[in-house]
């Protein structure tokens, strides 16, 4: 499956964007997606995931009541909705498909296919 992540783009502190993460490939509802980020100098890091179904969301404790994770199978799409910006959600954010067990997981090291990334930089 290819993943093209988009919606990035810069914004004021308090500010809102929507990711969008779009699949092509296999059957999309066959996998787990999840986000991450990686702000400059720093390693990567789990931001939210969604099962296949979309029945079950995870979110890393930084960016839970902030952030949230759907999707859209019928359009092969995943989101996140991100509200309430920080300065320090700077980073680029990648989408990754989860095939062999489609559930959400905060480990970068479950995940099979990665996207390209988007940034977000939000400034104070």
């Known amino acids: 499956v290819q993943l093209q992540a988009s919606g990035g783009g810069l914004v004021q502190a308090g500010g809102s964007l929507r990711l969008s993460c779009a699949a092509s490939?296999?059957?999309?509802?066959?996998?787990?997606v999840g986000w991450f980020r990686q702000a400059p100098g720093k390693e990567r890091e789990f931001v939210a995931a969604?099962?296949?179904?979309?029945?079950?969301?995870y979110s890393a404790g930084s960016v839970k009541g902030r952030f949230t994770i759907s999707r859209d199978n019928a359009k092969n799409t995943v989101y996140l909705q991100m509200n309430s910006l920080k300065p320090e959600d700077t980073a680029v954010y990648f989408c990754?498909?989860?095939?062999?067990?489609?559930?959400?997981?905060?480990?970068?090291?479950?995940?099979?296919?990665w996207g390209q990334g988007t940034l977000v930089t939000v400034s104070s």
């Open positions: 969604i099962s296949w179904s979309g029945g079950s969301t």
């Open positions: 990754a498909a989860r095939a062999r067990y489609p559930y959400p997981s905060a480990s970068g090291r479950d995940y099979d296919y």
């Open positions: 490939g296999r059957t999309f509802s066959d996998y787990a």
